[in-house]
């Protein structure tokens, strides 16, 4: 039997991957490498925020950047994470968007 204390790393990652913010900027990153500047301006999201949520993910080594110059260039720093974005929309699709009616965390939980 699993202990709950060997499931926390898999909670922190689903956790980690539960903000819009950084779940909009995982999926934009998964097309490729961006500066801060480049997510801002797609996103439609502050500097300030961006940077925040980009911290969380390099913080869960989910993203990671390369230097050039004075820029930094990031990037999906383990493509298994692709894979699981790919899994998440397979469910999605399968289940028909249940989730998205679930008292707890659906579209009429956050009214």
Not at 85 to 105: I, K, Q
């Amino acid at each position: 039997m699993t202990s709950l204390d060997g499931l926390a790393p898999a909670a922190a990652l689903f956790h980690s991957l539960a903000d819009p913010v950084r779940l909009s900027i995982v999926q934009r990153l998964a097309r490729g490498e961006a500066r801060v500047v480049d997510l801002t301006r797609e996103l439609g999201l502050a500097q300030s925020t961006v940077s925040k949520h980009l911290a969380c993910l390099r913080g869960c080594e989910l993203v990671d950047y390369r230097a050039e110059g004075r820029q930094s260039f990031y990037f999906i720093a383990a493509p298994e994470l692709l894979d699981l974005l790919r899994a998440a929309e397979h469910l999605l699709s399968a289940t028909d968007r249940a989730v998205a009616l679930c008292p707890t965390y659906g579209n009429t939980a956050r009214t």
